[in-house]
């Protein structure tokens, strides 16, 4: 009774510093893995003494953590094992006043010593190890609920990969495992060799928006339909096919620049790679490199500028020729030779039968589309024919009329690629 009663409290007792244990060597983690990946900017503003202060705290809260989990772990292994020592001895103590009285024999006393001492071990050893044990359920309750909400099972009969429409209707989409909602109340229907830049004051949920597109992001209200079907309707590897996405983030993979460009395909196709290389006017730049396609561009391609990680994605966005193609901020860190590659490569495509959707900050990125979708507050405002919609909203987003664009107050000239009413969507 008094072993289970201390296994009970060695329970409640180590499970906050086990779970704070865990919390400060997440922060650890994360302050070393910021600094390292963004050891060139560190570097230029002198915040190495900063970090390196930071990571010190951060490293001792860690190991005040570590010492008090390892003191309460301690703590109950040590009484635990002096209380088997201490019952150990009452059995043999009781053993030889019964061997005394010629109750039972010596032997008999050994022997029950033995058994008490081998039945209380396992108990001992598992209090010993109970902080591994509770770090190990705690780990797999935050796995439980990152993974919480994803469908497991792929879909029992794969259907075409989609070929003719995108339709958002009324999504509602927030970060995964967040509540509250960053974008709300979008809606609008693309077909194939549409194009359509979208653009809005930084913060206003551009990006939220081609996260949800992608599936990236949950969709928690509203649905996003491509020839029809949502998105879940597709294996996550078929659909990802489909589908070309330029973050605004450019991560490449330790590998060759063909594996990044080719996602890594396990059956490597040579024209597909060098085709979309050279839609992206990145096939020059990459056959200058000393080992071609063959260059290792190291760890998040530390090796290569911004400027080649980002037309390098767009490479890999554009390869094998997707349905859909999202583009955020694709002329980021593009030169001017960049800008006008982006603009061939998204007509190119449009051409070949894709949509293309460009969240873009500078017009230049927004000349080769002809829909626009203004994002505002997390909310959509509006959506139509560029020529009727920028000039009602380039003075409140920011954004000057590109080249062309008829200055607001003047008639628009009729849309050249698509005709059709603007649709306007009031604030929520």
Same mark, same amino acid.
């Given at each position: #009774?008094?072993?289970?009663? *201390?296994?009970?409290?060695?329970?409640?007792?180590?499970?906050?510093p086990?779970?704070e244990?865990?919390?400060?060597?997440a922060?650890?983690?994360?302050?070393?893995?910021g600094?390292?990946r963004?050891?060139e900017?560190?570097?230029?503003?002198?915040?190495?003494?900063?970090?390196?202060?930071?990571?010190?705290?951060?490293n001792?809260?860690?190991?005040?953590a570590?010492?008090?989990?390892?003191?309460?772990?301690?703590?109950?292994?040590?009484?635990?094992?002096?209380?088997?020592?201490?019952?150990?001895?009452?059995?043999?103590?009781v /053993?030889?006043?019964?061997a005394?009285?010629?109750?039972?024999?010596?032997?008999?006393?050994?022997?029950?010593?033995?058994?008490?001492?081998?039945?209380?071990?396992p108990?001992?050893?598992?209090?010993?190890?109970?902080?591994?044990?509770?770090?190990?359920?705690?780990?797999?309750?935050?796995?439980?609920?990152?993974?919480e909400?994803?469908?497991?099972?792929?879909?029992?009969?794969?259907?075409?990969?989609?070929?003719?429409?995108?339709?958002?209707?009324?999504?509602?989409?927030?970060?995964?495992?967040?509540r509250?909602?960053?974008?709300?109340?979008?809606?609008?229907?693309?077909?194939?060799?549409?194009? #359509?830049?979208?653009?809005?004051?930084?913060?206003?949920?551009?990006?939220? *928006?081609?996260?949800?597109?992608?599936?990236?992001?949950?969709?928690?209200?509203?649905?996003?339909?491509?020839?029809?079907?949502?998105?879940?309707?597709?294996?996550?590897?078929?659909?990802?096919?489909?589908?070309?996405? *330029?973050?605004?983030?450019?991560?490449?993979?330790?590998?060759?620049?063909?594996?990044?460009?080719?996602?890594?395909?396990?059956?490597?196709?040579?024209?597909k790679?060098?085709?979309?290389?050279?839609?992206?006017? @990145?096939?020059? *730049?990459?056959?200058?490199?000393?080992?071609?396609?063959?260059?290792?561009?190291?760890?998040?391609?530390?090796?290569?500028?911004?400027g080649?990680?980002?037309?390098?994605?767009?490479?890999?966005?554009?390869?094998?020729?997707?349905?859909?193609?999202?583009?955020?901020?694709?002329?980021?860190?593009?030169?001017?030779?960049?800008?006008?590659?982006?603009?061939?490569?998204?007509?190119?495509?449009?051409?070949? /039968?894709?949509?293309?959707?460009?969240?873009?900050?500078?017009?230049?990125?927004?000349?080769?589309?002809?829909?626009?979708?203004?994002?505002?507050?997390?909310?959509?405002?509006?959506?139509?024919?560029?020529?009727?919609?920028?000039?009602?909203?380039?003075?409140?987003? /920011?954004?000057?009329?590109?080249?062309?664009?008829?200055?607001?107050?003047?008639?628009?000239?009729?849309?050249?690629?698509?005709?059709?009413?603007?649709?306007? @969507?009031?604030?929520?």
């Amino acid at each position: #009774m008094i072993i289970l009663s *201390l296994v009970l409290a060695n329970e409640f007792m180590s499970r906050a510093p086990a779970k704070e244990l865990a919390a400060q060597n997440a922060q650890r983690s994360n302050t070393r893995t910021g600094a390292r990946r963004n050891a060139e900017v560190v570097r230029a503003l002198g915040m190495s003494s900063t970090l390196t202060n930071k990571w010190d705290e951060a490293n001792a809260r860690f190991y005040d953590a570590q010492t008090k989990a390892g003191d309460r772990a301690s703590l109950f292994a040590t009484a635990i094992k002096a209380f088997r020592f201490l019952l150990g001895s009452a059995v043999l103590a009781v /053993g030889a006043w019964l061997a005394i009285l010629q109750e039972v024999s010596p032997g008999v006393m050994i022997a029950a010593s033995i058994i008490t001492s081998r039945a209380l071990s396992p108990v001992e050893q598992a209090v010993g190890q109970w902080r591994v044990f509770i770090a190990a359920r705690q780990a797999r309750a935050r796995l439980e609920k990152a993974l919480e909400g994803l469908d497991e099972s792929a879909p029992e009969t794969e259907l075409p990969l989609p070929s003719k429409t995108l339709n958002v209707q009324q999504i509602a989409t927030a970060p995964p495992g967040a509540r509250a909602v960053t974008l709300a109340g979008v809606n609008f229907e693309l077909k194939a060799g549409d194009g #359509m830049g979208i653009i809005g004051p930084s913060g206003s949920g551009k990006t939220s *928006l081609v996260r949800a597109l992608v599936g990236v992001w949950p969709i928690h209200r509203g649905s996003v339909r491509l020839d029809g079907a949502e998105l879940g309707q597709w294996s996550e590897d078929r659909l990802g096919t489909a589908i070309g996405y *330029l973050p605004q983030d450019v991560e490449l993979f330790d590998g060759t620049i063909a594996e990044n460009i080719s996602r890594f395909a396990p059956e490597r196709n040579d024209e597909k790679i060098l085709e979309a290389a050279q839609l992206a006017n @990145v096939h020059e *730049l990459v056959t200058g490199l000393t080992d071609g396609y063959d260059t290792q561009v190291g760890e998040g391609g530390a090796l290569l500028s911004a400027g080649q990680r980002q037309r390098i994605g767009l490479a890999r966005a554009l390869y094998d020729s997707p349905f859909l193609i999202v583009l955020d901020e694709p002329n980021s860190n593009l030169d001017a030779e960049g800008e006008a590659a982006l603009t061939r490569a998204i007509k190119l495509m449009r051409q070949n /039968g894709s949509i293309v959707i460009v969240v873009a900050h500078r017009p230049s990125a927004i000349s080769a589309v002809e829909l626009l979708l203004v994002v505002k507050d997390g909310q959509q405002a509006a959506f139509g024919p560029k020529e009727e919609v920028l000039p009602k909203i380039s003075a409140p987003t /920011g954004v000057p009329a590109p080249a062309g664009a008829p200055a607001p107050g003047t008639k628009p000239a009729p849309a050249a690629a698509k005709t059709g009413p603007l649709s306007v @969507v009031p604030h929520a």
